[in-house]
């Protein structure tokens, strides 16, 4: 019998157990979310749902599939044995586009329609009419650069075209570009998105090739107006090269939703600064999460014990997504 450790989850995934042993009886479902108890639970489990520690991969002796019950895997890969062995490595890559494309435009428009001094204005109790109309701008016709286009990166891209905006997209394999996609070039043209972009969206996974991608050198290729927006891993957006950028009106605006470190520190000046809006890693947060989490772990299941490889969102291990 295979057996099936769930760990830790804010998914929930341990209340579909009863529909899980009706579509496949021959499993083993156990939920442990307490590390030193999967410690002794996973030393027998053939699959682990969750965020292994090291040292819980280490104890599980039969392991052979994790399926992370988020998009982000770079933790996971930080464990070396995991990385150089044969345990397969799955996501649920695809469940937070739509969720994380909404944030996004959520933050674009929190700025562009005056959204977010309302809400100041509003905790005040001031009236400022003809001042907040001035600054208003539509997205009409504005350039969004989209770097990565993947699962979140396209969800962005259609909702650009809906607005009217021209859409811009490098990636690391722009091998097929979609209709509502004007321009899509590969990663030796990030200086050209950058420089024609009036909000460039950062949706690439948190790999090591991908780390302070967007530093000082590329900010200083960014429109003085231009806003930059952040919502897939710390750490690709340099904050030290980016606040002092917005300090000195080098660029407009910026919004993020990941950082460097997490929680983002109380004395970090990104806090306290007009010009930026932060939110604390929410923009994937769905009332579908759970669903679509589970519709991939079915599938993958299903795959799994049939024998069918590759599972679905199955990482490659060295290029980390």
Request: charged residues 25%.
């Amino acid at each position: 019998m295979v057996k099936v450790v769930v760990g830790r989850n804010p998914m929930n995934i341990q209340g579909a157990f009863p529909d899980l042993q009706k579509q496949f009886p021959n499993v083993e479902f156990v939920y442990c979310p307490k590390e030193e108890d999967l410690l002794e639970v996973i030393t027998d489990a053939d699959v682990f749902v969750g965020w292994p520690s090291r040292k819980v991969f280490l104890a599980a002796g039969k392991l052979r599939w994790v399926q992370v019950p988020g998009t982000g895997v770079d933790s996971v890969l930080a464990i070396p044995e995991l990385k150089s062995g044969d345990v397969l490595l799955t996501n649920i890559r695809g469940a937070h586009g739509v969720a994380i494309s909404e944030s996004v435009f959520g933050m674009i428009l929190a700025f562009t329609r005056g959204i977010k001094q309302s809400v100041l204005n509003q905790e005040r109790r001031v009236w400022a009419q003809l001042e907040l109309r001035k600054q208003l701008v539509e997205l009409t016709g504005s350039t969004m650069g989209i770097i990565g286009l993947g699962s979140i990166g396209r969800a962005v891209a259609r909702r650009a075209d809906a607005f009217d905006m021209r859409v811009l997209a490098i990636d690391m394999f722009p091998n097929s570009k979609p209709d509502y996609v004007d321009e899509l070039w590969g990663l030796e043209r990030l200086g050209d998105l950058l420089g024609q972009s009036d909000y460039v969206v950062v949706t690439v996974p948190g790999t090591a090739q991908t780390k302070s991608m967007i530093g000082a050198e590329e900010i200083a290729r960014m429109k003085r107006t231009a806003m930059l927006i952040g919502v897939s891993r710390g750490g690709v957006i340099d904050e030290a090269a980016l606040v002092e950028a917005l300090k000195e009106k080098r660029l407009a605006y910026a919004a993020l939703d990941v950082f460097e470190r997490e929680p983002l520190p109380a004395e970090s000046e990104l806090w306290g600064m007009d010009n930026v809006l932060v939110t604390a890693h929410i923009a994937g947060g769905t009332q579908f999460e759970g669903k679509y989490t589970l519709d991939i772990l079915r599938e993958n299941l299903g795959r799994f014990l049939k024998g069918e490889f590759p599972l679905r969102n199955q990482v490659d291990k060295q290029l980390g997504f």
